[in-house]
T-cell receptor, first 112, second 116 residues
Framework: RKEVEQDPGPFNVPEGATVAFNCTYS??????FFWYRQDCRKEPKLLMS???SGNEDGRFTAQLNRASQYISLLIRDSKLSDSATYLC?????????????FGRGTQLTVWP | GAVVSQHPSWVICKSGTSVKIECRSL??????MFWYRQFPKQSLMLMAT?????????EQGVEKDKFLINHASLTLSTLTVTSAHPEDSSFYIC????????????FGPGTRLTVL
């Protein structure tokens, strides 16, 4: 069983649409959660951390449900520039090495 | 955010040769750096954790004698792929943890290795 599971998509949406990505993780001891964005043939870049109370950054909203071990990302008013692969990432704070576990990523294409 | 560089950004080599990839944290010190590998349409897979001044910790299934890691300073880690074969062709990405900002890891731009 994989540590982090994501729907690989692809999601194809028109500009202005709202799109939601889901992610589940297997280790209940996980403490830190993130969404990264990866463009084609580029390195992942941190999009936002995910906090227990939920958090918002402009058009992006992240939610965490520890009981269900479930993380989500909502993108409102999609832009063409949002086209990328979105990686759900989990960190086991218990590990002093700060190891990250990555999902396979969900591919998003926003079309005009 | 913090900046991590990698060199080279891409490399093509013949089967049997060795390739060295450098990972540098440019504006912070990193006691710990990580090396990942990513095959097309796959997630990043951690290969090893590089610790400054000590031996690297390798993930299960990763050959430590084939993928040599050296973390000689707080800003530089190197990965050497020895006797490379076509199946080693992949996207190699390093990351460095900025300990001033908890568990945030910053990634290098990656090195695309093609072994002929």
């Amino acid at each position: 069983r994989k540590e982090v599971e994501q729907d690989p998509g692809p999601f194809n949406v028109p500009e202005g649409a709202t799109v939601a990505f889901n992610c589940t993780y297997s280790n209940s001891a996980s403490q830190s959660f993130f969404w990264y964005r990866q463009d084609c043939r580029k390195e992942p870049k941190l999009l936002m951390s995910v906090y227990s109370s939920g958090n918002e950054d402009g058009r992006f909203t992240a939610q965490l449900n520890r009981a269900s071990q479930y993380i989500s990302l909502l993108i409102r008013d999609s832009k063409l520039s949002d086209s990328a692969t979105y990686l759900c990432v989990v960190n086991e704070r218990g590990s002093t090495l700060g190891r990250l576990y990555f999902g396979r990523g969900t591919q998003l294409t926003v079309w005009p | 955010g913090a900046v991590v560089s990698q060199h080279p950004s891409w490399v093509i080599c013949k089967s049997g040769t060795s390739v060295k990839i450098e990972c540098r944290s440019l504006d912070f010190q990193a006691t710990t750096m990580f090396w990942y590998r990513q095959f097309p349409k796959q997630s990043l897979m951690l290969m090893a954790t590089s610790n400054e001044g000590s031996k690297a910790t390798y993930e299960q299934g990763v050959e430590k004698d084939k993928f040599l890691i050296n973390h000689a300073s707080l800003t530089l880690s190197t990965l050497t792929v020895t006797s490379a074969h076509p199946e080693d062709s992949s996207f190699y990405i390093c990351s460095a943890r900025d300990e001033a900002f908890g568990y945030t890891q910053y990634f290098g731009p990656g090195t695309r290795l093609t072994v002929l």
